[in-house]
């Protein structure tokens, strides 16, 4: 089987975002630049990740990233055709280049980085950052900014409300959460790490399990050890 020139991942997370509503999966992948097959033999590991992902726990996705294979080759074709994988469809479909290369010369211009949208989500617009100045550019790719929400995720007014009330409420639970934890573990049973403070309050000489929270744990580490 071929392989990547250098070692290549797909970062995965779930990103529960508090205006989207409901969380949803994001994919970011940077494929082989030299081996067509081996672009091919990755994509379709991320596809079928994406695919057991979906299986065990569904939910919106996105998979975006460098592929290093411009529209239409055939390491693309798992995402090709009227029925993709999840239903990803490519929401950078009408942009040109994204690759320039500083616009050396040393390689042709061309479109290698994709944005790729499972059916849940609406493109309210996809654009360029083509920032430059004095010939400095962001990088040797154009970042690729898409606007996305999620259909039926905040249709009206009202659920905006309901969805900024519910995000209040959660930090305020967050907020008290933490006072919680702040007072558990701010209380102290001994005044000092020392071996006397231990025999004052306890009664004994030698205690068997100690727990330390914080800044304790330096000290203490050293009393426990004595």
Request: proline residues 7%; aromatic residues 6%.
């Amino acid at each position: 089987a071929h392989q990547s020139e250098c070692p290549r991942t797909c970062a995965a997370a779930i990103v529960n975002a508090a205006e989207l509503g409901r969380p949803v999966r994001v994919y970011n992948t940077h494929l082989d630049h030299l081996d067509a097959e081996a672009r091919l033999l990755g994509l379709r590991q991320i596809l079928r990740r994406m695919e057991a992902d979906a299986a065990r726990l569904p939910m919106p996705a996105v998979l975006m990233g460098d592929f290093n294979a411009t529209p239409g080759s055939p390491e693309l074709a798992p995402l090709a055709g009227e029925d993709p994988p999840l239903g990803l469809r490519d929401l950078t479909a009408q942009l040109p280049l994204t690759f320039h290369n500083f616009y050396r010369g040393q390689e042709p211009c061309c479109k290698i980085d994709y944005l790729f949208a499972t059916p849940q989500w609406k493109s309210a617009g996809v654009c360029r950052w083509m920032d430059e100045e004095n010939g400095v550019y962001l990088s040797d790719h154009y970042p690729i900014c898409a606007r996305l929400t999620l259909y039926g995720g905040r249709p009206g007014q009202k659920e905006t409300a309901m969805s900024e009330t519910q995000s209040r409420a959660r930090t305020e639970q967050t907020a008290r959460d933490i006072n919680t934890l702040g007072a558990f573990c701010g209380r102290r049973d001994l005044p000092a790490l020392t071996r006397s403070a231990v025999r004052q309050a306890c009664g004994a000489d030698r205690v068997d399990v100690m727990v330390l929270f914080g800044g304790s744990i330096l000290a203490g580490g050293d009393l426990l050890a004595d």
